[in-house]
């Protein structure tokens, strides 16, 4: 028979500390587990906010994606499309004057004539400075207006229309009519031809005849001083169809223009 004394010592009332005591110390571990879980989910995400603080401060230099290095290389990609454009300039004006003199268009000087382009010296950098003027100007009022011009965006239509503009320069040396006021109609027709042809829009159109107007007023000027003229002039000292040339550069130069600004971001804001 079971005696009494194993039936006192097998009694849980005996191992009563014992087992709270390794109780609380198993409470004590989960706690502080627990604890430490706590911790470490806290901390991680200040650690992920303090590492990224300094990628988001505008403050870094044109290295970061800060409003300063934005600025940049905005300003960078001006130079650069400003550059191009005052080049195109500069060619256009050296082959059209060229094209003008030799059909006894426009008359320089005679020590001018006899230089290797038949051109005054000043005549490249004034229309490539114009060129670079007007083709950055295009998509600055196409940006301030809120219409973007998205009519024949390639380079093959630009390319066309540069085509259609030398042909229309070369007609008002080599086409002759019984009197300028004939040749005027015809070449203003070819004209508004290719704005419709390649550009349609009211801001292209706008500048356009602008552009013209300023332009035919300086050139009176220049005309007007003796820097140089033009042969049979019948609209104050110069040939009536030049605003019309003028207006299809200016739609020319502006269509090479907004290409060359075609995906390139605004220019950015500083807080």
Not at 134 to 148: K, Q
Request: glycine residues 10%.
């Amino acid at each position: 028979m079971p005696r009494l004394d194993d039936h006192c010592w097998s009694c849980p009332c005996a191992h009563g500390p014992r087992h709270a005591g390794r109780a609380r110390a198993s409470a004590g571990g989960l706690a502080a587990k627990v604890g430490e879980m706590i911790t470490s989910s806290v901390s991680r995400p200040s650690l992920l906010v303090a590492r990224a603080a300094p990628d988001s401060d505008p403050s870094r230099g044109p290295g970061g994606t800060g409003a300063g290095g934005g600025s940049a290389s905005w300003h960078h990609r001006l130079v650069q499309r400003g550059l191009v454009l005052f080049s195109v300039g500069v060619g256009l004006a050296l082959v059209l004057n060229l094209l003008q003199v030799q059909r006894n268009v426009t008359l320089f000087p005679e020590e001018v004539t006899a230089t290797a382009f038949s051109s005054a010296w000043w005549v490249p950098p004034c229309c490539g400075t114009a060129a670079a003027v007007v083709g950055l100007l295009y998509p600055c009022i196409d940006s301030h207006l809120g219409e973007p011009h998205k009519f024949k965006r390639e380079w093959a239509s630009v390319m066309r229309c540069v085509a259609v503009f030398v042909g229309i320069n070369h007609a008002s040396a080599k086409l002759d009519f019984a009197n300028n006021v004939q040749l005027s109609l015809t070449l203003a027709a070819l004209s508004l031809g290719l704005w419709w042809t390649f550009d349609r829009s009211r801001s292209g159109l706008g500048l356009g005849i602008t552009i013209a107007f300023l332009a035919t007023l300086i050139t009176q000027l220049l005309v007007y001083n003796g820097v140089y003229q033009y042969t049979s002039p019948d609209f104050l000292y110069i040939r009536s169809w030049l605003p019309c040339i003028f207006f299809s550069g200016g739609v020319t130069v502006g269509n090479i223009g907004r290409q060359l600004a075609m995906g390139v971001p605004e220019k950015p804001h500083s807080d």
